[in-house]
């Protein structure tokens, strides 16, 4: 299968001198749900912010998509969702979920379509003339989700999406992911610190311990 991301002998230290990863290789194949998980502070996030190229590596190569982290990160051709739902307060549920259709300049009518499609994979039909603010977090991620995947990316980045969530929504939201995973076989990063997350989902699992990868089950 082919591998899109690829990353190769990494190291990462941080200018006050931490070294947040070391020696790291990972690889990732087209449709596969890879999930990296470790205690808080291993460097999971680090990781996951140089495939995204919010970083770059101190030493070692990153390719996404075969291209550079950088190259594929000006050609848009993936999603992020992070922790905390990062939606624009000025913009209705639905022009959020269509920001990135912006970007790529689809049509009106194409994003109306597609937002209206994600906001029902999201269960969230009823709210695309809400504002972030009418909504719960648990809801404001699982539109941070739909706007993630709206613009159709071959990679899904995602950095404790839950994390930030009450245990019942996170549950709910869990289930959730296993049923997207089922009927849309997209490549998937996705980093925990909680184990149990994933054990059901993931291709893939690497266990991340103080900025290395000390086991990988398949
Ligand atoms: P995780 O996501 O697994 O909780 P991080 O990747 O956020 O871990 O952090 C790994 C280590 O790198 C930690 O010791 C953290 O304090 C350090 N670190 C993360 N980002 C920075 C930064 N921008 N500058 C300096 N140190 C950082
Ligand atoms: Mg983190």
């Given amino acids: 299968m082919e591998d899109l991301v690829i990353a190769q002998g990494i190291n990462k230290r941080f ?24 205690p808080s502070g291993c460097g999971k996030s680090t990781l996951l ?32 969702v992070f922790q905390h739902p990062g939606l624009f307060d ?8 269509e920001l990135p ?16 499609a994600m906001l029902e994979l999201v269960r969230l039909e009823e709210f ?3 504002y972030p603010r009418q909504l ?14 709206s613009f159709k990316p071959r990679l899904l980045l995602m950095d404790e999406p839950f994390g930030a969530l009450d245990a019942l929504t996170r549950e709910r939201m869990q289930l959730d992911l296993a049923q997207l ?7 998937v990063l996705f980093i925990t610190h909680d184990f149990g997350v994933v054990a059901d989902i993931a291709d893939k699992v690497a266990v991340m311990q103080e900025g290395r990868i000390v086991e990988t089950g398949t």
């Fill in 15 to 38: 200018a006050s001198g931490i070294e947040a990863l070391r020696d790291i290789d990972l690889s990732i194949a087209r449709g596969q749900f890879v999930s990296i998980v470790g």
């Fill in 49 to 80: 912010r140089l495939i995204g190229d919010l970083l770059e590596p101190t030493a070692g190569t990153i390719s996404v998509f075969a291209k550079t982290a950088h190259q594929a990160r000006l050609d848009q051709d993936y999603g992020m």
């Fill in 90 to 97: 000025w913009r209705s549920v639905a022009a959020n979920i």
């Fill in 101 to 116: 259709l912006e970007l790529h300049d689809w049509t009106k009518a194409n994003r109306s379509a597609r937002s209206a």
């Fill in 128 to 130: 695309g003339g809400h």
């Fill in 136 to 149: 719960s977090g648990g809801m404001q991620q699982r539109v941070s989700i739909a706007r993630a995947l």
């Fill in 181 to 187: 995973r089922s009927s849309d076989h997209r490549t």
